[in-house]
Protein backbone atom coordinates (compact mmCIF):
# COMPACT_ATOMS: atom_id res chain seq x y z
CA UNK A 1 0.00 0.00 0.00
CA UNK A 2 1.29 3.40 -0.82
CA UNK A 3 1.50 6.01 1.89
CA UNK A 4 -0.65 8.82 0.40
CA UNK A 5 -0.88 10.39 3.62
CA UNK A 6 2.03 10.99 5.78
CA UNK A 7 2.87 12.95 9.84
CA UNK A 8 3.78 16.19 7.14
CA UNK A 9 0.33 16.35 5.94
CA UNK A 10 -2.15 17.97 7.96
CA UNK A 11 -5.65 17.02 9.10
CA UNK A 12 -7.43 20.11 7.22
CA UNK A 13 -5.36 19.42 4.04
CA UNK A 14 -6.28 15.48 4.22
CA UNK A 15 -10.29 16.32 4.95
CA UNK A 16 -10.07 18.64 1.62
CA UNK A 17 -8.60 15.45 -0.61
CA UNK A 18 -10.68 12.71 1.78
CA UNK A 19 -14.11 13.86 3.77
CA UNK A 20 -14.29 10.64 5.28
CA UNK A 21 -10.81 11.21 7.16
CA UNK A 22 -13.23 13.26 9.38
CA UNK A 23 -14.68 10.61 10.90
CA UNK A 24 -11.50 8.61 11.93
CA UNK A 25 -10.10 12.27 13.31
CA UNK A 26 -13.13 12.59 15.22
CA UNK A 27 -12.62 9.17 16.31
CA UNK A 28 -9.19 9.98 17.96
CA UNK A 29 -10.17 13.61 19.03
CA UNK A 30 -7.49 15.39 16.41
CA UNK A 31 -8.62 18.32 15.33
CA UNK A 32 -9.57 19.12 11.70
CA UNK A 33 -10.85 22.52 11.56
CA UNK A 34 -9.97 24.86 14.32
CA UNK A 35 -6.59 23.64 14.78
CA UNK A 36 -6.50 21.56 11.45
CA UNK A 37 -3.28 23.28 9.83
CA UNK A 38 -1.00 21.76 12.54
CA UNK A 39 1.31 18.48 10.82
CA UNK A 40 0.22 15.19 12.52
CA UNK A 41 3.43 14.94 13.57
CA UNK A 42 3.15 17.15 15.98
CA UNK A 43 -0.23 16.03 16.78
CA UNK A 44 1.02 12.61 16.99
CA UNK A 45 3.50 13.92 19.42
CA UNK A 46 1.21 15.73 21.62
CA UNK A 47 -1.50 13.16 21.96
CA UNK A 48 1.52 10.76 22.40
CA UNK A 49 -0.74 8.67 19.12
CA UNK A 50 1.31 5.88 17.72
CA UNK A 51 1.75 7.47 14.07
CA UNK A 52 2.12 4.10 12.54
CA UNK A 53 -1.21 2.89 13.64
CA UNK A 54 -3.57 5.78 12.87
CA UNK A 55 -1.22 6.44 8.70
CA UNK A 56 -2.28 2.65 8.30
CA UNK A 57 -5.91 3.51 8.75
CA UNK A 58 -6.26 6.68 7.43
CA UNK A 59 -4.59 5.45 4.19
CA UNK A 60 -6.12 1.83 4.08
CA UNK A 61 -9.47 3.40 4.88
CA UNK A 62 -8.36 6.19 1.86
CA UNK A 63 -7.05 3.27 -0.50
CA UNK A 64 -10.88 1.48 -0.22
CA UNK A 65 -12.83 5.15 -0.62
CA UNK A 66 -10.79 5.51 -3.99
CA UNK A 67 -11.48 2.47 -4.88
CA UNK A 68 -15.52 3.08 -4.66
CA UNK A 69 -14.66 6.05 -7.25
CA UNK A 70 -15.83 8.53 -4.87
CA UNK A 71 -15.94 11.93 -6.41
CA UNK A 72 -15.00 14.78 -3.91
CA UNK A 73 -16.17 18.25 -4.35
CA UNK A 74 -12.56 20.60 -5.12
CA UNK A 75 -13.71 23.47 -2.69
CA UNK A 76 -10.90 25.16 -3.51
CA UNK A 77 -12.13 25.18 -7.05
CA UNK A 78 -15.55 26.66 -5.82
CA UNK A 79 -16.01 30.36 -6.21
CA UNK A 80 -16.17 32.74 -3.10
CA UNK A 81 -19.87 33.04 -3.47
CA UNK A 82 -20.63 30.10 -4.34
CA UNK A 83 -19.26 28.45 -0.85
CA UNK A 84 -21.06 30.69 0.63
CA UNK A 85 -24.27 29.73 -0.34
CA UNK A 86 -23.48 26.11 0.34
CA UNK A 87 -22.53 27.12 3.89
CA UNK A 88 -25.56 29.38 4.47
CA UNK A 89 -27.89 27.45 3.21
CA UNK A 90 -26.90 23.58 4.18
CA UNK A 91 -24.91 24.43 7.54
CA UNK A 92 -26.22 27.62 8.57
CA UNK A 93 -29.75 26.32 7.50
CA UNK A 94 -29.14 22.79 9.24
CA UNK A 95 -27.70 24.72 12.74
CA UNK A 96 -30.83 27.18 12.58
CA UNK A 97 -33.52 24.30 12.64
CA UNK A 98 -31.22 21.74 14.93
CA UNK A 99 -30.20 23.80 17.91
CA UNK A 100 -33.48 25.15 19.05
CA UNK A 101 -35.37 21.38 18.49
CA UNK A 102 -32.07 18.99 20.25
CA UNK A 103 -32.06 22.01 23.03
CA UNK A 104 -35.56 20.57 24.04
CA UNK A 105 -34.23 16.56 23.96
CA UNK A 106 -31.23 18.35 25.69
CA UNK A 107 -33.49 19.81 28.60
CA UNK A 108 -35.53 16.91 28.25
CA UNK A 109 -33.58 14.42 29.40
CA UNK A 110 -31.37 16.82 32.04
CA UNK A 111 -34.86 17.37 33.58
CA UNK A 112 -35.97 13.88 33.83
CA UNK A 113 -32.71 12.04 34.73
CA UNK A 114 -30.29 14.10 35.62
CA UNK A 115 -30.80 13.71 39.33
CA UNK A 116 -29.43 10.00 38.65
CA UNK A 117 -27.01 11.37 35.93
CA UNK A 118 -25.48 14.76 37.08
CA UNK A 119 -23.13 15.58 34.12
CA UNK A 120 -26.54 16.19 32.37
CA UNK A 121 -26.33 19.68 34.07
CA UNK A 122 -22.98 20.31 32.38
CA UNK A 123 -24.55 19.10 29.17
CA UNK A 124 -27.22 21.29 29.32
CA UNK A 125 -24.90 24.45 30.41
CA UNK A 126 -22.32 23.72 27.43
CA UNK A 127 -25.52 22.82 25.05
CA UNK A 128 -26.92 26.50 25.62
CA UNK A 129 -23.41 28.13 25.93
CA UNK A 130 -22.71 26.31 21.92
CA UNK A 131 -26.45 27.34 20.62
CA UNK A 132 -25.78 31.32 21.65
CA UNK A 133 -22.50 31.12 20.40
CA UNK A 134 -23.33 29.90 16.91
CA UNK A 135 -26.70 31.55 16.31
CA UNK A 136 -24.98 35.16 17.05
CA UNK A 137 -22.30 33.38 15.14
CA UNK A 138 -24.21 32.94 12.16
CA UNK A 139 -26.11 36.00 12.42
CA UNK A 140 -22.59 38.07 12.48
CA UNK A 141 -21.26 35.70 9.09
CA UNK A 142 -24.84 36.25 7.39
CA UNK A 143 -25.24 39.99 8.08
CA UNK A 144 -21.33 41.35 7.86
CA UNK A 145 -18.80 38.76 6.97
CA UNK A 146 -20.21 37.45 3.46
CA UNK A 147 -21.96 40.18 1.80
CA UNK A 148 -18.50 41.86 2.00
CA UNK A 149 -16.67 38.37 0.56
CA UNK A 150 -19.07 38.60 -2.23
CA UNK A 151 -18.61 41.97 -2.76
CA UNK A 152 -15.14 41.59 -2.99
CA UNK A 153 -15.42 38.82 -5.48
CA UNK A 154 -16.99 41.16 -7.57
CA UNK A 155 -15.19 44.10 -7.16
CA UNK A 156 -11.75 43.70 -5.26
CA UNK A 157 -10.24 46.22 -3.72
CA UNK A 158 -7.29 46.44 -0.81
CA UNK A 159 -8.97 48.79 0.76
CA UNK A 160 -12.03 46.23 0.98
CA UNK A 161 -9.82 43.19 1.50
CA UNK A 162 -8.43 45.17 4.65
CA UNK A 163 -11.70 45.90 5.92
CA UNK A 164 -12.77 42.14 5.43
CA UNK A 165 -10.02 41.08 7.67
CA UNK A 166 -10.57 43.05 10.59
CA UNK A 167 -14.45 42.03 10.36
CA UNK A 168 -12.76 38.69 10.68
CA UNK A 169 -10.79 39.00 13.15
CA UNK A 170 -12.67 37.33 15.49
CA UNK A 171 -14.87 34.44 13.52
CA UNK A 172 -12.13 32.03 14.06
CA UNK A 173 -11.43 32.55 17.79
CA UNK A 174 -15.38 32.23 17.91
CA UNK A 175 -14.97 29.17 16.14
CA UNK A 176 -12.01 27.40 18.32
CA UNK A 177 -14.25 28.38 21.33
CA UNK A 178 -17.14 26.53 20.04
CA UNK A 179 -15.19 23.70 19.36
CA UNK A 180 -14.19 23.56 22.24
CA UNK A 181 -17.51 23.79 23.46
CA UNK A 182 -18.48 20.23 21.08
CA UNK A 183 -15.17 18.81 22.60
CA UNK A 184 -16.30 19.18 26.53
CA UNK A 185 -19.33 17.78 25.50
CA UNK A 186 -18.15 14.74 23.69
CA UNK A 187 -16.06 14.44 26.41
CA UNK A 188 -18.75 14.17 29.20
CA UNK A 189 -20.96 12.51 26.83
CA UNK A 190 -18.40 9.44 27.17
CA UNK A 191 -18.25 10.13 22.72
CA UNK A 192 -22.13 10.43 22.88
CA UNK A 193 -22.43 6.73 24.53
CA UNK A 194 -25.21 6.56 26.75
CA UNK A 195 -25.56 4.38 29.90
CA UNK A 196 -27.24 1.47 29.47
CA UNK A 197 -29.66 2.07 31.35
CA UNK A 198 -31.04 4.89 28.63
CA UNK A 199 -34.23 5.77 27.55
CA UNK A 200 -35.39 6.46 24.03
CA UNK A 201 -34.91 10.18 24.18
CA UNK A 202 -31.39 9.96 25.66
CA UNK A 203 -29.80 8.08 23.23
CA UNK A 204 -31.88 10.00 20.31
CA UNK A 205 -30.45 13.21 22.22
CA UNK A 206 -26.50 11.56 21.97
CA UNK A 207 -27.01 10.62 18.64
CA UNK A 208 -28.28 14.12 17.67
CA UNK A 209 -25.26 15.90 19.30
CA UNK A 210 -22.80 13.13 17.19
CA UNK A 211 -24.53 14.38 14.06
CA UNK A 212 -24.83 17.92 14.86
CA UNK A 213 -20.66 17.97 15.52
CA UNK A 214 -20.41 16.21 12.42
CA UNK A 215 -22.06 18.83 10.59
CA UNK A 216 -20.55 21.63 12.31
CA UNK A 217 -16.49 20.03 12.47
CA UNK A 218 -17.07 20.15 8.59
CA UNK A 219 -19.02 23.87 8.26
CA UNK A 220 -16.14 25.51 10.14
CA UNK A 221 -12.98 23.31 8.11
CA UNK A 222 -14.83 25.07 4.89
CA UNK A 223 -14.43 28.62 6.64
CA UNK A 224 -11.43 28.56 8.44
CA UNK A 225 -9.48 26.33 6.13
CA UNK A 226 -11.10 27.46 2.43
CA UNK A 227 -13.20 30.35 2.58
CA UNK A 228 -11.52 32.43 4.67
CA UNK A 229 -7.28 31.10 3.27
CA UNK A 230 -8.67 32.07 -0.09
CA UNK A 231 -8.66 35.75 0.96
Known sequence: MMNTFTAEHTPAEIVKVFPKASDL??????DFCCGGDKPLEQVF????MDATTVLTELNTAYENWEKDDNEVTDWDAIPASEL????????HAYLNE??????????????VHGAKHPHLKDLHRLYNEFKLEMEEHMVKEESE??????????????????HIHEVNGGLEDEH???????????EITNDFEPPVDACNSYRITYARLSDMESD????????????????
Open 176 to 186: EAAGDLLKQIR
Open 98 to 111: ELPALGQFVTKIFR
Open 25 to 30: FKKRRI
Open 145 to 162: VFPLIKEYEKNPSDKLLS
Open 216 to 231: TFQHVHLENNVLFKSL
Open 45 to 48: TKGN
Open 84 to 91: IDHIVYSH
